[in-house]
């Protein structure tokens, strides 16, 4: 019923206003709102939606105080009022709240074509020029490759044909032939958008440039390596200087001169340990990266025996390029999905699999994708997907409150004498309360300086100089320090500090067992790297109680990722798995998928090439599957450790 929450986007902030909206919008059209929706007419459903042209006589009565009115009005329907405040909402997270209820259909007269009907019935070799867009680079590149012409027609094309193959040769050499020519360019990863770009300049033939890139090979199998340092190597050769942020060891050791940053992360870097070449950092014993490329410090592969706990069954899996496959996913495993870029990795845990159990549990995500159904959903209570994306979009958001320590910690602050004198409550030392909070900053520590159509600018707040409180909150102190210390300082720093209160150190010890002791707890989530924003989310699902019956997915959670930091990664992830749980992680990164329970290896090409299920098992038994690239560099590591 509406009243047990059948209207999701109305149902987390039912307010009064909207029941009783409702109510007499009912009263008119013959339900109330304990009818259960599947007794519903054809026509209520429309009016709840869609609203009525018609007249209502509404009643309303405040709650709070003795106000009561009525009024004769139309009803607009949910639909028409949640599209009115996303188009009028300044909000961006209020309007990323609305857009998870929407999405995009087809356009009923072209179809999802995009063009007129006389454009699309000019065709070569019986294609339009939507079906060519529809095709695979590669596939693409065949067709005009063996197109055929009349004399007449090779003369005119000749230029333009050189040109479209060049292209298409381009985005081919930088491991981009599994994407179709119309692919959304906001659906593009960021390692895509930055090899279309590198095609770009590689057909441009300039020379004297200096290209900086980060970390193109993100989304790229191994076998795909060799392709684009084969393509860095001949925009070097043109005359240009190509400067790469990466951790990627194959690009490592085919750069001219490496500059090593460190020794640490965070507060602990910032130093250049190293620069030199690849013979001379192996000699050098300071450096981390270094010694990973000797393979002293290599990630370890270790032996686990675990027990299967059930299994997750997708059957009949069809979206996309995925070619009607079933796929099982043992429970209490740590499961690498695995294959080449575009094979239809993230289709298949994603679209299919995150979403159908999203909308098992009743969290809001998108459709699930093209599946007949999924067995073995009663093994679980809960499905999490923990992504790069930012714990928070604003200088507010926090690792401290993102894992819940400082709740706990204000709570201490407001315990203390003077605060009790005072008659301060844990209100008084939050930052999102008026009572404590800097008046001219609002508790933001910084201003923001609009730039109109630069990126906004956030410059120190000149009355409490970044300490975000007034003077009376930051007068309360606990061992020498106040509120505003205790947010500056790091977690280790932190941990040390608070020793002796178990509820707020065992908080923080989540966040130092996961590699994260440098930051600083009121360190800004706009700060944070993706890879940092990721362990801060997996620290926080460590620190809940747990059933052991939680699915984690993860997305290439070593992106970004040093190798030292790829271990503690493997740590945490081991921990979840060792506390019963499953973990499914989308993986090219071989010290994962080596040390994985099982892998789900799909392809055996991207794009149409792609979308079956190459090889199942223990790293073990897909290193000896012949069929599978993947198999082919797990077994030269599994012989040789490199």
């Not at 508790?443 to 007034?470: A, H, P, W």
């Not at 923080?508 to 989530?525: E, F, H, N, R, S």
Request: proline letters at 3%; one cysteine or more.
């Amino acid at each position: 019923s509406i009243l047990d929450g059948a209207i999701v986007p109305w149902s987390g902030r039912f307010s009064s206003f909207r029941r009783q909206t409702l109510r007499d919008v009912g009263k008119k059209f013959g339900f109330d709102l304990l009818t259960p929706i599947n007794k519903m007419s054809t026509k209520q459903l429309q009016v709840i939606l869609y609203g009525t042209d018609q007249a209502v006589r509404f009643s309303y009565e405040s709650q709070t105080t003795d106000s009561r009115w009525q009024y004769t009005n139309t009803f607009s329907g949910v639909i028409p009022s949640l599209h009115k405040n996303f188009v009028e909402t300044d909000s961006e997270s209020k309007r990323e709240e609305l857009r998870k209820f929407m999405r995009e259909t087809p356009c009923n007269s072209c179809r999802g074509r995009r063009l007129k009907d006389e454009a699309l019935s000019v065709r070569i070799n019986e294609k339009s020029i939507m079906d060519v867009c529809d095709l695979s680079i590669d596939a693409c590149h065949d067709f005009f490759q063996s197109l055929k012409l009349s004399e007449t027609e090779k003369y005119i094309a000749k230029s333009v044909l050189k040109e479209i193959l060049s292209r298409l040769e381009f985005l081919k050499n930088v491991g981009l032939n599994y994407l179709t020519l119309n692919r959304v360019s906001a659906t593009l990863s960021g390692g895509e958008s930055q090899r279309i770009r590198l095609a770009t300049q590689i057909g441009s033939n300039l020379t004297g440039v200096l290209y900086v890139l980060d970390e193109p090979t993100i989304g790229l199998h191994q076998r795909d390596n060799a392709k684009l340092i084969k393509t860095l190597t001949k925009l070097r050769d043109l005359g240009n200087t190509i400067l790469v942020v990466e951790h990627d060891e194959e690009v490592i050791r085919n750069s001219d001169w490496i500059v090593d940053l460190g020794p640490g992360a965070g507060v602990h870097g910032g130093s250049v340990v190293f620069e030199g070449t690849v013979s001379q950092i192996l000699n050098n014993h300071k450096s981390v990266t270094g010694e990973y490329l000797k393979h002293h410090n290599a990630i370890k592969l270790v032996k686990k025996t675990r027990k299967q706990k059930g299994k997750l069954l997708v059957k009949g899996a069809s979206e996309n390029n995925l070619k009607n496959i079933d796929v099982e996913f043992p429970l209490g495993f740590m499961i690498a999905v695995t294959g080449v870029s575009g094979s239809g990795k993230s289709t298949l845990v994603n679209d299919i699999l995150y979403n159908a159990l999203s909308a098992h549990f009743h969290i809001i995500s998108e459709r699930p994708g093209k599946h007949r159904q999924i067995l073995g959903v009663e093994h679980i209570d809960k499905v999490i997907g923990i992504d790069q994306s930012p714990i928070g979009r604003t200088p507010r958001s926090n690792p401290a409150t993102y894992i819940g320590a400082f709740t706990p910690i204000r709570e201490l602050y407001s315990n203390t004498e003077l605060a009790k004198e005072r008659g301060y409550t844990p209100g008084q030392f939050s930052f999102n309360v008026a009572d404590g909070r800097c008046f001219a900053c609002e508790g933001d520590g910084v201003k923001k300086i609009e730039m109109q159509f630069l990126s906004d600018v956030y410059v120190i707040c000149d009355e409490c100089k970044g300490k975000r409180y007034n003077s009376e909150t930051l007068s309360v102190l606990y061992k020498g320090k106040n509120i505003s210390d205790v947010l500056s300082m790091t977690v280790d720093e932190a941990l040390e500090f608070f020793a002796n209160i178990p509820a707020i150190k065992r908080k923080l010890q989540t966040i130092a067992d996961v590699g994260l002791g440098y930051i600083k707890l009121g360190q800004a989530a706009t700060t944070l790297s993706g890879g940092e924003a990721q362990r801060v989310k997996l620290a926080s699902e460590l620190s809940k109680r747990d059933t052991g019956k939680t699915v984690y997915m993860l997305d290439e959670p070593t992106t970004g990722l040093h190798f030292a930091d790829v271990q503690k990664l493997l740590d945490v992830l081991n921990r979840l798995v060792n506390l019963g749980n499953t973990v499914i992680i989308i993986e090219h990164n071989m010290d994962v998928i080596k040390n994985s329970d099982w892998i789900i290896d799909l392809g055996p090409e991207g794009g149409d090439k792609g979308g079956s299920v190459v090889a199942f098992g223990t790293p073990e038994q897909i290193s000896q599957d012949p069929g599978s690239y993947t198999g082919q560099y797990l077994n030269r590591i599994l012989r040789y450790g490199n």
